[in-house]
């Protein structure tokens, strides 16, 4: 079977944006090893709308990378992940950030597990299930959920996963002011961030809201 290879270009936009960002060159390894195997299953089990490995550079690795500067280290749940966004690209930049990837889809978790298993990600895992059924309360220092509802709905479902005092990180474009207004009792925002990602057009923030 003939190895299964990324576009010429690839290699060269994501090395240009991680230098962009400021983040080591090492990491352009195990993110392309990543890409290359999201790109090959991606034809057959269509687990993201991006078919487009360049643009998947832009706003899916870099996009993920974005949120690095402010996860160092603690625990992560990240939510509705789908193929591991953010949570793969944040578990290979931060190997002192423990990683739990929460998706219910099964062609996802499926991909994800050889994912974690092909990077050798020790500190990242998945957890095949909602985010309102994962039975952990209180467990996580962080959550975060890159393309899942509101604020107020990420809350809802996944409130019950953040220790107190724990924080909420979500991405979000523009400033997202109705959602902060929506915020349940308790939960207050600490920060909003806008975000610069190379190559993506629009605006980025993120939205850092502590839990109670």
Known sequence: MTAHTLPPGVADALERGLAAMQL??????????????????????NLTAIRDPLEM???????SLAMQPHLESGTLADLGTGPGLPGIPLAIARPQLQVTLVESNGKKARFMREAVRQLGLTNARVAESRAE???????????TARAM??????IEV??????PGGRLLAMKGVYPHDEIAQLPSGWTVETVLPLHVPGLTGERHLVVVAGP
């Open 24 to 45: 080591d060159a090492a990491l352009a390894a195990p993110l392309l090893q990543y890409l290359t195997l999201l790109d090959r299953w991606n034809k057959t089990y």
């Open 57 to 63: 550079v832009t706003r899916h690795l870099l996009d």
């Open 158 to 163: 996944g409130g019950h996963l953040l220790r």
């Open 133 to 143: 059924a994962l039975d952990e309360p209180g467990a996580y220092d962080n959550l």
């Open 149 to 154: 509802d509101t604020l107020a709905g990420i």
